[in-house]
């Protein structure tokens, strides 16, 4: 059974950082493509970072580009966002999500209903 648990959400000023993880189990993140959302209350969900991560590949919405940084770290089986410079309409509940199949290239499709497994989320909050 594959699990997502997220962690390190919570609140800062507008241009400080936050790192989120997300920790996987039943899950093997060496050859994993994985990526992290946001929703906004009101907002459609939208993605931020993606990774292929036997490749290393990664993808991000121009939104977050410079800024955000999506990361493995295979040993402890975890998946990490370093958000630095952050600002108020990054606010939102952060979610870690991964596929369980994918064809043409993990980051051919990084719209949320090609992502099978997600975490509860955790709450970023940035104030001005």
């Known amino acids: 059974q594959v699990q997502l648990v997220e962690s390190g959400g919570g609140s800062v000023q507008a241009g400080g950082s936050l790192r989120l993880s997300c920790a996987a189990s039943?899950?093997?993140?060496?050859?994993?493509?994985m990526g992290w959302f946001r929703q906004a209350p009101g907002k459609e969900r939208e993605g931020v970072a993606f990774?292929?991560?036997?490749?290393?590949?990664?993808y991000y919405a121009d939104s977050v580009k410079g800024r955000f940084t999506i990361s493995q770290d295979n040993a402890k089986n975890t998946l990490t966002l370093q958000m630095n410079s952050l600002k108020p309409e990054d606010t939102a509940m952060y979610y870690c999500a991964a596929k369980q199949f994918w064809s043409g290239g993990c980051l051919s499709n990084t719209a949320p209903p090609a992502f099978a497994y997600w975490g509860q989320g955790t709450q970023v909050t940035v104030s001005s």
């Open positions: 990774i292929a991560t036997r490749s290393g590949s990664t």
């Open positions: 039943g899950y093997a993140l060496r050859t994993a493509c």
